[in-house]
Protein backbone atom coordinates (compact mmCIF):
# COMPACT_ATOMS: atom_id res chain seq x y z
CA UNK A 1 0.00 0.00 0.00
CA UNK A 2 0.73 3.65 -0.78
CA UNK A 3 1.19 6.36 2.35
CA UNK A 4 -1.61 7.98 2.90
CA UNK A 5 -3.66 4.69 1.29
CA UNK A 6 -6.82 4.10 3.52
CA UNK A 7 -7.55 0.62 4.99
CA UNK A 8 -10.90 1.07 6.41
CA UNK A 9 -12.88 4.23 7.78
CA UNK A 10 -14.16 4.30 11.50
CA UNK A 11 -17.52 2.62 11.93
CA UNK A 12 -17.86 0.65 8.94
CA UNK A 13 -18.36 -2.88 8.79
CA UNK A 14 -15.34 -5.30 10.55
CA UNK A 15 -14.71 -7.39 7.41
CA UNK A 16 -10.88 -8.34 7.59
CA UNK A 17 -8.53 -7.96 10.39
CA UNK A 18 -4.61 -7.01 9.23
CA UNK A 19 -1.07 -8.07 10.17
CA UNK A 20 1.70 -5.76 9.49
CA UNK A 21 4.36 -7.32 7.02
CA UNK A 22 6.54 -4.38 7.08
CA UNK A 23 5.81 -0.43 7.54
CA UNK A 24 3.84 1.53 9.66
CA UNK A 25 0.02 1.71 10.05
CA UNK A 26 -1.85 4.93 11.64
CA UNK A 27 -4.86 4.30 14.03
CA UNK A 28 -7.33 7.02 14.28
CA UNK A 29 -10.95 9.00 14.95
CA UNK A 30 -11.96 12.08 13.56
CA UNK A 31 -13.26 14.05 15.91
CA UNK A 32 -16.92 16.51 16.07
CA UNK A 33 -14.25 19.57 15.89
CA UNK A 34 -13.02 17.64 12.43
CA UNK A 35 -9.57 16.94 14.45
CA UNK A 36 -7.83 13.70 14.05
CA UNK A 37 -6.88 11.86 17.10
CA UNK A 38 -3.81 9.21 16.16
CA UNK A 39 -4.42 6.33 18.65
CA UNK A 40 -2.45 4.27 17.91
CA UNK A 41 0.50 3.42 15.36
CA UNK A 42 1.40 -0.16 14.12
CA UNK A 43 4.50 -1.83 12.50
CA UNK A 44 5.74 -4.97 11.37
CA UNK A 45 4.58 -7.91 13.42
CA UNK A 46 1.73 -6.06 14.85
CA UNK A 47 -1.94 -6.68 14.54
CA UNK A 48 -4.96 -4.59 14.48
CA UNK A 49 -8.74 -4.97 14.13
CA UNK A 50 -9.13 -8.91 15.29
CA UNK A 51 -11.54 -7.41 18.22
CA UNK A 52 -13.89 -5.91 16.07
CA UNK A 53 -14.06 -8.80 13.41
CA UNK A 54 -14.90 -11.07 16.48
CA UNK A 55 -17.36 -8.89 18.03
CA UNK A 56 -19.30 -8.73 14.46
CA UNK A 57 -19.40 -4.76 14.84
CA UNK A 58 -17.84 -2.21 12.92
CA UNK A 59 -14.70 -0.88 13.07
CA UNK A 60 -14.23 1.47 16.19
CA UNK A 61 -11.41 3.18 14.47
CA UNK A 62 -9.99 4.06 10.73
CA UNK A 63 -6.85 3.18 9.49
CA UNK A 64 -4.67 4.34 6.92
CA UNK A 65 -1.08 3.36 5.77
CA UNK A 66 1.48 5.54 7.80
CA UNK A 67 4.09 4.67 5.03
CA UNK A 68 4.53 2.41 2.57
CA UNK A 69 3.76 -0.78 3.65
CA UNK A 70 2.80 -4.43 3.50
CA UNK A 71 -0.01 -6.09 5.09
CA UNK A 72 -1.78 -9.34 5.61
CA UNK A 73 -5.38 -9.21 5.41
CA UNK A 74 -7.29 -12.20 6.81
CA UNK A 75 -10.83 -12.26 6.12
CA UNK A 76 -13.62 -12.21 9.33
CA UNK A 77 -14.93 -15.84 7.92
CA UNK A 78 -11.28 -17.28 7.75
CA UNK A 79 -10.23 -16.66 10.95
CA UNK A 80 -14.18 -17.38 12.37
CA UNK A 81 -13.13 -21.11 10.93
CA UNK A 82 -9.43 -21.27 12.13
CA UNK A 83 -11.33 -20.52 15.69
CA UNK A 84 -13.59 -23.60 15.29
CA UNK A 85 -11.07 -26.01 13.56
CA UNK A 86 -8.36 -25.06 16.40
CA UNK A 87 -9.94 -24.06 19.75
CA UNK A 88 -6.12 -23.27 20.82
CA UNK A 89 -5.83 -20.53 18.92
CA UNK A 90 -8.71 -18.59 20.67
CA UNK A 91 -5.82 -18.66 23.46
CA UNK A 92 -3.78 -16.90 21.52
CA UNK A 93 -6.35 -13.92 20.19
CA UNK A 94 -7.38 -13.60 24.01
CA UNK A 95 -3.44 -12.99 24.71
CA UNK A 96 -3.19 -10.41 21.77
CA UNK A 97 -6.58 -8.20 22.94
CA UNK A 98 -4.83 -8.58 26.54
CA UNK A 99 -1.90 -7.04 25.02
CA UNK A 100 -3.79 -4.47 23.36
CA UNK A 101 -5.39 -3.27 26.67
CA UNK A 102 -2.20 -2.98 28.15
CA UNK A 103 -0.72 -1.02 25.40
CA UNK A 104 -3.37 1.53 25.80
CA UNK A 105 -3.28 1.83 29.24
CA UNK A 106 0.49 2.18 28.90
CA UNK A 107 -0.07 5.28 26.40
CA UNK A 108 -2.53 6.18 28.97
CA UNK A 109 -0.30 6.59 31.53
CA UNK A 110 2.38 8.13 29.23
CA UNK A 111 0.10 11.08 28.46
CA UNK A 112 -0.98 11.81 31.85
CA UNK A 113 2.71 11.31 33.93
CA UNK A 114 5.48 11.89 31.29
CA UNK A 115 6.75 14.58 29.84
CA UNK A 116 6.89 15.00 26.38
CA UNK A 117 10.81 14.41 26.01
CA UNK A 118 10.19 11.78 28.23
CA UNK A 119 7.24 9.78 25.92
CA UNK A 120 9.84 10.30 23.48
CA UNK A 121 12.47 8.22 24.72
CA UNK A 122 10.33 5.91 25.37
CA UNK A 123 8.70 5.44 21.87
CA UNK A 124 12.37 5.68 20.38
CA UNK A 125 13.00 2.85 22.86
CA UNK A 126 10.03 0.68 22.18
CA UNK A 127 10.66 0.81 18.32
CA UNK A 128 14.35 0.40 18.52
CA UNK A 129 15.94 -2.60 17.40
CA UNK A 130 19.72 -4.04 17.41
CA UNK A 131 21.85 -3.04 14.86
CA UNK A 132 25.66 -3.83 15.29
CA UNK A 133 26.81 -2.51 19.23
CA UNK A 134 23.85 -0.05 19.36
CA UNK A 135 19.89 0.02 18.68
CA UNK A 136 18.45 1.63 15.82
CA UNK A 137 15.05 3.48 15.05
CA UNK A 138 13.80 4.04 11.79
CA UNK A 139 10.97 6.65 11.43
CA UNK A 140 9.70 6.23 8.08
CA UNK A 141 6.51 8.72 8.68
CA UNK A 142 5.92 12.39 8.75
CA UNK A 143 7.42 13.97 12.32
CA UNK A 144 3.89 15.92 12.57
CA UNK A 145 2.21 12.18 12.80
CA UNK A 146 4.52 11.24 15.48
CA UNK A 147 3.93 14.09 17.36
CA UNK A 148 0.34 13.88 17.30
CA UNK A 149 0.30 10.34 18.64
CA UNK A 150 2.66 11.41 21.12
CA UNK A 151 0.30 14.11 22.21
CA UNK A 152 3.11 17.09 21.58
CA UNK A 153 3.13 19.63 19.11
CA UNK A 154 5.50 19.17 16.01
CA UNK A 155 8.08 22.04 17.44
CA UNK A 156 8.36 20.80 20.82
CA UNK A 157 9.26 16.82 19.12
CA UNK A 158 12.26 18.75 17.32
CA UNK A 159 13.33 20.28 20.35
CA UNK A 160 12.84 16.89 22.53
CA UNK A 161 14.91 15.17 19.66
CA UNK A 162 17.83 17.47 19.72
CA UNK A 163 17.67 17.71 23.86
CA UNK A 164 18.02 13.72 23.97
CA UNK A 165 21.34 13.81 21.91
CA UNK A 166 22.58 14.46 25.73
CA UNK A 167 21.02 11.15 26.38
CA UNK A 168 22.83 8.95 23.55
CA UNK A 169 20.20 9.79 20.72
CA UNK A 170 22.33 10.33 17.16
CA UNK A 171 20.33 11.41 14.15
CA UNK A 172 21.96 9.02 11.14
CA UNK A 173 21.02 8.16 7.71
CA UNK A 174 17.68 6.83 7.58
CA UNK A 175 16.81 7.16 11.34
CA UNK A 176 17.57 7.52 14.64
CA UNK A 177 21.29 5.84 16.53
CA UNK A 178 20.94 4.83 20.73
CA UNK A 179 24.62 4.82 21.38
CA UNK A 180 23.78 4.95 25.59
CA UNK A 181 21.02 2.44 26.06
CA UNK A 182 21.71 3.04 30.01
CA UNK A 183 21.09 7.17 29.61
CA UNK A 184 17.53 6.90 27.72
CA UNK A 185 16.21 4.50 30.11
CA UNK A 186 16.93 6.06 32.88
CA UNK A 187 15.54 9.56 31.56
CA UNK A 188 12.30 7.76 30.47
CA UNK A 189 12.47 6.27 34.34
CA UNK A 190 13.06 9.83 36.27
CA UNK A 191 9.86 10.45 36.70
CA UNK A 192 8.58 7.56 38.01
CA UNK A 193 11.59 7.76 40.55
CA UNK A 194 10.49 10.95 41.53
CA UNK A 195 7.11 10.47 42.23
CA UNK A 196 7.86 7.19 44.44
CA UNK A 197 10.73 9.51 46.61
CA UNK A 198 8.11 11.83 47.21
CA UNK A 199 4.97 9.84 48.04
CA UNK A 200 7.69 8.54 50.93
Not at 15 to 29: D, H, I, P, Q, T
Not at 56 to 69: K, L, M, V
Not at 73 to 89: G, K, M
Request: hydrophobic share 45%; with cysteine; net charge negative.
Amino acid sequence: MERGEGIFLHQTPARSCFVVMNGWVKLYRILDSGDEAVLRMHTRGEAFAFADVLRRGDHQYGADAASECLLLEIPADALRQVLNDDPAFGAILLSHSFEQIDALSDQIEALKCQSGIQRVAAFLRYHARPKGNHLFVTLPYEKVLMAAYLGIKPESLSRALAKLRQHGVVAVDGGLEITDQGALDELIASRAVERRMAAR
